[in-house]
């Protein structure tokens, strides 16, 4: 079979069906040393097929490939709860700079002293956006810097005696799914709070469930909603007088950073999510940084290392009195911390504060925008993000969301969230984040609206979409349950 050409079905012909037997990408020199046995013969493949193209064919099939991929620098990227926002490639620039990038991590402090500095400067600048000036860099993701606020929580409630009785964790029914299994994960049980009419905190069910059992309440400011948690911090209060800790999921930092912290609310620990609030391209599920802040009172607890200037001037990484303990080798995701540092400095208190501002515009302008053609289950302003309902659609039309979804691709846009939170039926979460300007905003608004439109006039196109996609809807349940794992000359062999 002869090598591909521009416009080929990627879909359809991997770079195995492209190669021509003896084409090379790359010549491999002799090997002129010592030889190597190899393992038992039953360990052995009889043939390994690989694809067998030109340099040049490579080249152009991974080109061409990467060009059919959507990110952040094709177009607008509305994916809710994850931010994937364009993030200044400067920041790029200095996490790769050769004094940053390539110091071992086991080197001694003193020759390492420019990234301690800027480590402990972040922690700095993240302790006074946060009003939480304990911080520890640590975690590696916004699970893990959960999971470390949880468990410190567990250490203090030790340390006061409290342990065995306080076995409850409080978390609201539209809150990220990683907060029920961080705690969880800690040993607690959890109670679930569900959500009143006004998309905040049901009040009485908080007031009737927190007693002595209850060792501590997760709440994301801003919620999942996209919405304010109202009275948040009459609830810190009612959360302390029983003796318990308020936790804060910081994931939704960039609507409120520079205008609101978790400290001045009467939260006790946050964990932030640097890979989306502070400059960290974050598709496929990582890199990530989750830091772990809180209260002074709190601080000997933080997982280690914890970055502090010494007294001789000298910064280094240390483990406090009563650490929770170490999370992953070495000192955190270096590389994240960097750019957020980056990010931070060159934006400044008032940089940050309208980031925050242009994020909560944009969202608010979407609302406004798309409000009379798809329904709004807290129609109330909103702050980072909308939730939307396709519910109209599914009940009028036979349409759902998911349909919307996938033709929103043949407008050149990547969908949005689609079913979560999981308290709105036929959700579609929409971030535009700060960085999108009113032009793409209101395309995206557009297509939308002509996607509703067309649920009423032409339903099954949506049913099939997306249309003009290199590769069509999928079969997902077979597909998760009989997956094909590797390259077959016949796909109709099964795997």
Same mark, same amino acid.
């Given at each position: 079979?002869?090598?591909?050409?521009?416009?080929?079905?990627?879909?359809?012909?991997?770079?195995?069906?492209?190669?021509?037997?003896?084409?090379?990408a790359v010549?491999?020199?002799?090997?002129d040393?010592?030889?190597?046995?190899?393992?038992?013969?039953?360990?052995?493949?009889?043939?390994?097929?690989?694809p067998?193209?030109?340099?040049?064919?490579?080249?152009?099939?991974?080109?061409?490939?990467?060009?059919?991929?959507?990110?952040?620098?094709?177009?607008?990227y509305?994916?809710?709860s994850?931010?994937?926002?364009?993030?200044?490639?400067?920041?790029?620039?200095?996490?790769?700079?050769?004094?940053?990038?390539?110091?071992?991590?086991?080197?001694?402090?003193?020759?390492?002293?420019?990234?301690?500095?800027t480590?402990?400067e972040?922690?700095?600048?993240?302790?006074?956006?946060?009003?939480?000036?304990?911080?520890?860099l640590?975690?590696?993701?916004?699970a893990?810097?959960?999971?470390a606020?949880?468990?410190?929580i567990?250490?203090?409630?030790?340390?006061?005696?409290?342990?065995?009785?306080?076995?409850r964790?409080?978390?609201?029914?539209?809150?990220?799914?990683?907060?029920?299994?961080?705690?969880?994960?800690?040993?607690?049980?959890?109670?679930?709070?569900?959500?009143g009419?006004?998309?905040?905190?049901?009040?009485?069910?908080?007031?009737?469930e927190?007693?002595?059992s209850?060792?501590?309440?997760?709440?994301?400011?801003?919620?999942?909603?996209?919405?304010w948690e109202?009275?948040?911090e009459?609830?810190?209060?009612?959360?302390?007088?029983?003796?318990?800790?308020?936790?804060?999921?910081?994931?939704?930092?960039n609507?409120?950073?520079?205008?609101?912290?978790?400290?001045?609310?009467?939260?006790?620990?946050?964990?932030l999510?640097l890979?989306?609030?502070?400059?960290?391209?974050?598709?496929?599920?990582?890199?990530?940084?989750?830091?772990?802040?809180?209260?002074?009172?709190?601080a000997?607890?933080?997982?280690?290392?914890? %970055?502090? &200037?010494?007294d001789?001037?000298?910064?280094r990484? !240390? *483990? +406090?009195?009563?650490? =929770?303990?170490? /999370?992953?080798?070495?000192?955190?995701?270096?590389?994240?911390?960097?750019?957020?540092?980056?990010?931070?400095?060159?934006?400044g208190?008032?940089?940050?504060r309208?980031?925050?501002g242009?994020?909560?515009?944009?969202?608010?302008?979407?609302?406004?925008?798309?409000?009379?053609?798809y329904?709004?289950?807290?129609?109330?302003p909103?702050?980072?993000?909308?939730?939307?309902?396709?519910t109209?659609?599914?009940?009028?039309?036979?349409?759902?969301?998911?349909?919307?979804?996938?033709r929103?691709?043949?407008?050149?846009?990547?969908?949005?969230?689609?079913?979560?939170?999981?308290? %709105?039926? &036929?959700?579609?979460?929409?971030e535009p984040?700060e !960085? *999108? +300007?009113?032009?793409? =905003?209101?395309? /995206?608004?557009?297509?939308m609206?002509?996607?509703a439109?067309?649920?009423?006039?032409?339903?099954?196109?949506?049913?099939?979409?997306?249309?003009g996609?290199?590769?069509?809807?999928?079969?997902?349940?077979?597909?998760a349950?009989?997956?094909?794992?590797?390259?077959?000359e016949?796909?109709?062999?099964?795997?």
């Amino acid at each position: 079979m002869s090598a591909s050409g521009p416009g080929d079905d990627f879909g359809g012909r991997l770079s195995f069906d492209r190669g021509v037997p003896g084409r090379r990408a790359v010549d491999v020199p002799s090997w002129d040393g010592e030889p190597t046995p190899l393992p038992e013969s039953h360990l052995l493949r009889d043939s390994v097929r690989l694809p067998e193209l030109s340099q040049g064919e490579l080249v152009r099939y991974y080109t061409e490939l990467s060009a059919r991929n959507y990110g952040i620098d094709s177009g607008t990227y509305p994916l809710g709860s994850c931010t994937m926002k364009y993030n200044p490639k400067v920041d790029d620039l200095v996490a790769s700079l050769p004094g940053l990038a390539e110091p071992h991590p086991q080197a001694p402090a003193e020759e390492v002293q420019g990234t301690l500095r800027t480590l402990a400067e972040l922690a700095g600048g993240l302790g006074e956006i946060t009003g939480l000036p304990a911080v520890s860099l640590a975690p590696a993701a916004g699970a893990q810097g959960e999971l470390a606020g949880v468990l410190m929580i567990t250490r203090a409630l030790e340390d006061r005696g409290e342990l065995a009785q306080r076995r409850r964790i409080l978390v609201p029914d539209s809150a990220h799914g990683t907060n029920p299994a961080t705690a969880a994960m800690a040993g607690y049980s959890v109670t679930q709070i569900p959500t009143g009419a006004d998309g905040s905190l049901d009040r009485a069910t908080i007031e009737r469930e927190l007693d002595a059992s209850v060792a501590a309440v997760m709440v994301t400011v801003p919620n999942t909603l996209g919405l304010w948690e109202q009275g948040i911090e009459e609830v810190a209060g009612l959360i302390h007088h029983a003796g318990a800790y308020l936790y804060g999921d910081g994931a939704n930092l960039n609507a409120i950073m520079g205008r609101v912290r978790y400290g001045d609310l009467g939260f006790d620990v946050v964990h932030l999510n640097l890979h989306k609030s502070f400059s960290t391209p974050h598709g496929g599920g990582g890199p990530g940084a989750g830091p772990v802040c809180c209260r002074p009172e709190l601080a000997r607890y933080l997982p280690t290392p914890v %970055v502090v &200037e010494c007294d001789d001037g000298v910064v280094r990484l !240390t *483990e +406090p009195e009563r650490s =929770i303990g170490r /999370l992953q080798q070495f000192h955190g995701n270096v590389g994240v911390l960097v750019r957020a540092y980056a990010y931070m400095r060159a934006l400044g208190l008032e940089g940050l504060r309208a980031v925050s501002g242009q994020a909560v515009l944009n969202a608010n302008y979407l609302r406004v925008l798309m409000g009379d053609h798809y329904d709004l289950p807290y129609d109330r302003p909103v702050l980072h993000e909308v939730v939307f309902s396709g519910t109209r659609q599914r009940r009028l039309h036979g349409v759902r969301t998911y349909d919307i979804a996938k033709r929103l691709i043949d407008h050149g846009f990547h969908p949005p969230t689609v079913y979560f939170p999981l308290i %709105v039926e &036929e959700a579609l979460m929409i971030e535009p984040t700060e !960085t *999108e +300007p009113p032009e793409a =905003i209101e395309a /995206l608004a557009e297509a939308m609206i002509a996607i509703a439109e067309e649920a009423g006039r032409d339903p099954e196109t949506l049913h099939g979409a997306p249309w003009g996609a290199p590769i069509g809807r999928l079969d997902e349940t077979t597909a998760a349950r009989r997956p094909v794992l590797r390259w077959q000359e016949d796909l109709n062999d099964g795997p």
